[in-house]
Structures are given as C-alpha cells and as structure tokens.
C-alpha cells in the first residue's frame, strides 16, 4: 500500500490564513475609499470657493463701474447720492444704443443677502427726478420701479459711507468725491472693503 505524503509546499491556505488576507484587504480597501472621499469632498470645496470668489470679483467690478459713472449734482440741481442705513443710492451715466442715458443705482441688504438694484434707463431730467426725489427722502425704502440685478446671499451687513470734499468757493454744499464700502460675509471674519472716487477706483 503506497500511502502518498503531502508536503508543506503542496498544502493549501488554511482558514485563519484566508481570514487574515480578507481582513487586510479589507482594511486597505477602506483606506483608499476614505482618501479618495476626501479629495472629491475637497475638489468639491475648491470649486465651490472659486465660483463664490467668481459672485464678489463681479460684485466689485460692477461696484467700480457704478462709481465711474456717477452724475454731479449739477446735473440735477440736487444731491446726486443718497445714504440710508440700509441702503446707499446714487444716479450714473449709463451708455444704450449708443445715446447717453441714466439709471439710478442703489446698493443695500435685504432678506436674501446684498440686493444691487437698478431703476430703468432715463433719458432726460424730468424722468430722472420723477424716481430720484422719493429715493432722496427716504433712501432705505425700495420703490418698485427699481429691479434687482445682482444678489449675493451670503453678505449678511453692509457698511456705506460717502466721501465728501469741503464746498468749493462760492458754493455751500459740499462736493462727492467717492464713496467707501465694507461688505460683511456670513462666517467670515475679514468683511470686503472697497472704496472709490467719483470718476475712478481705489
């Protein structure tokens, strides 16, 4: 009777052996996922920082534009800009179809963010005080002639300031030189500060 005797190199995994490969690919396996979760999680992050950098660059640029195109005061007989404690408000030259019309502008906080909002163009004095004389009495209250053209939910405070210079010599108001802005950003420390002069930028 010729028994055959299996050696050591031909014997199989035993069952603790297979566990133990399972367990390890295992535990590599859910290493892998987990830093792979990670880096979609911070693409995911980078591109939603990047697009909301996007919404403040535009902000700012429109702000800039805005401030460019501010009208003086002798345009109107009046007050070009108007400041409110929600809102700041002011009349630019605004170019259509290749005529030289106005718009009034504004910039201020509502329930859904910062709100820039713009009245329709305005092609002579008559139509721009017709809009703009409410808008002096009371700069905080929103007229319905006005549409929102930019919103920014997530500046939660607005500070506006004009910028003033002393009245030139014969006159006694005084002259607008710019205006200087801070737009606060919800869990973030350090708000957005820009300022401007009547005709340029800061």
């Given amino acids: 009777m010729n028994d055959k005797v299996t ?3 031909e014997a199989g995994f035993t069952l603790i052996e297979v566990l133990v490969a399972l367990i390890i690919i295992s535990i590599v396996g859910l290493m892998a996922w987990r830093g792979m979760d990670a880096m979609m999680r911070g693409q995911e992050n980078i591109e939603g920082r990047a ?3 996007a919404v403040y660059i ?3 640029r429109q702000f800039e534009r805005d401030c460019q195109e501010i009208t003086s005061d002798s345009t109107l007989d009046l007050p070009s800009y108007s400041v409110g404690d929600k809102n700041i408000w002011w009349v630019r030259r605004y170019e259509q179809a290749n005529q030289s019309n106005w718009i009034i502008v504004g910039y201020g ?3 859904n963010g910062l709100r820039r909002s713009v009245s329709r163009p305005l092609v002579n004095k008559t139509d721009i005080l017709g809009l703009w004389q409410p808008v002096l009495r009371d700069p905080d209250l929103v007229s319905s002639n006005m549409k929102t053209s930019l919103e920014v939910s997530e500046i939660i405070y607005q500070e506006a300031s004009a910028i003033t ?3 030139s010599q014969g006159s006694i108001s005084t002259q607008l030189a710019g205006f200087s802005m801070r737009w606060g950003i919800k869990n973030i420390p350090f708000p957005i500060s820009r300022s401007c002069l009547a005709g340029t930028s800061l």
Avoid: E, R
């Fill in 58 to 60: 535009q902000l700012i």
């Fill in 109 to 111: 906080i509502s329930a």
């Fill in 51 to 53: 697009k909301q950098d």
């Fill in 7 to 9: 050696t050591p190199s």
């Fill in 165 to 167: 210079n002393a009245p």
